[in-house]
């Protein structure tokens, strides 16, 4: 099946099983926001106690806060987003459809690497076991022809982003003959900047009113409390600062569902260094988070970094982690070396002192930030795109399941009796009496027991439990395994420890130590 194909399911997926619904649906909805249903919210909530737990729990010098979205406007103007968190836009005059001038040169660079890799595709299919990928890559006429237009096209692009010229890269649009998708024609207006920040008033009267943003991005709550978490919690260099919370963006062209949407959340930890050790915190922090997503199991090659061109104005360095969606590898997490440019703002526009003290170098200075950025919605999309598989079974049925991790799961357990008399609702419940305080489940009795498999693999339950008619003798139950199907028989005393042991985000913790 088509990857294209894939996601629409995936997509409708998610709102029949109630993962994520379009927000204002009823009103025809409202573009690019999206609401979390009853198994959205659980999925999310897991993933946020995986990151946050990751961060303040297995790291003792990292504490957790919670800033307000509003704060005060000038914060904006300090961290350069006022002025510099813009997005390069251009119209088509023929289908009066605007895009991000950047994102349409990408989508023509991952045009090159497309054709190179089809190229070695049919090649590897032509030549089976004698074929020598890296030879064919260095000599093949056409991969080396296309690779050097991808490498010409690649630092052109760079440059242009480097230098901000506008006009450039839209000089790169029309040599590189990209079309509008919907006119199909090069009808391009010019290219300019737009910011990316919601703004509102606060205050009561229109005169008295004051223009606040939405924040874009948690990170300046922290910068603005890091010395006050730094006093109270006595905390010494290095140390970090983990924050969860909503950020929004007026995204020009929102697409792929909850890839970029306009309100989001985010998981950021800002770790506080001693200037000149930024880069080898940076190295550390990029391996750590890596180490993070790939504990989930989805395999390695799913993964991989990818070096900005183009340095955010308070970068030195940064790197995104890219995940394999259905529609290519796209960034889920950024990591940035975020020098002292946020803090030396903050203090030269407050006129506040907010340097740090080192007690062991007996001196001040301001530090440095690693960041670690992570969309929760991105991170979502990425779980939900690689646990989504539709499996034929021997009957000749298919069956959807959603290979979720255990410990990411909405629901942990479903509890079924095979028939609904006999006592068999009754031992159920019992079981349920004593499992309802360690785990999600769901309690399902209608149905023939295929019907209720099929439902708890669609939500991506990794356990269901069946009562019987022997249960009431021996007090044993069937567990059957969502992945693999298989059964076995098991002590109800038992079931807590078996299930325990797999679901628990602990598990997954002990995997990066
Ligand atoms: N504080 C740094 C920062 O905000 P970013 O690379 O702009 O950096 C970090 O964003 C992460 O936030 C991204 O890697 C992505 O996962 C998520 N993100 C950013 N914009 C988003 C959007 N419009 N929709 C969903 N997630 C978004």
Known sequence: MAQEDVFKKLVSHCKEYGFIFPSSEIYDGLGAVYDYGQMGVELKNNIKKYWWDSMVLLNENIVGIDSAIFMHPTIWKASGHVDAFNDPLIDNRDSKKRYRADVLIEDQLAKYDEKINKEVAKAAKRFKEAFDEEQFRATNPRILENQAKREALHARFAKALNDN???????????????????????????????????????????????????????????????????????????????????????????????????????????????????????????TRLKWHKALGFGDANYRYHDHDKLAHYANAATDIEFQMPFGFKEVEGIHSRTNFDLSQHESYSGKNIKYFDPELNESYTPYIIETSIGVDRMFLSIISASYCEEKLENGETRVVLKLPAALAPVKLAVMPLVKKDGLPEKARQIIDDLKFHFHYQYDEKDSIGKRYRRQDAIGTPYCITIDHQTLEDNCVTIRHRDTMEQERVAITDLKNIIADKVSITSLLKKLL
């Open 165 to 287: 010229n506008l006009e450039e890269l839209r000089q790169i649009i029309l040599d590189e003959e990209i079309v509008c998708p919907i006119s199909g024609t090069r009808n391009w207006t010019d290219v300019r900047q737009f910011n990316l920040m919601f703004s509102t008033e606060m205050g009561s009267t229109s005169d008295g009113a004051m223009k606040v943003y939405l924040r874009p991005e948690t990170a300046q709550g922290i910068f603005v409390n890091y010395l006050n978490v730094q006093k109270t919690g006595r905390m010494k260099i290095p140390f970090g600062i983990a924050q969860i919370g909503k950020a929004f963006r007026n995204e020009i062209v929102a697409r792929q569902f909850i890839f970029r949407v306009r309100e989001f959340e985010q998981m950021e930890m800002q770790f506080f260094v001693r200037p000149g050790s930024e880069l080898e915190w940076f190295a550390k922090w990029k391996e």
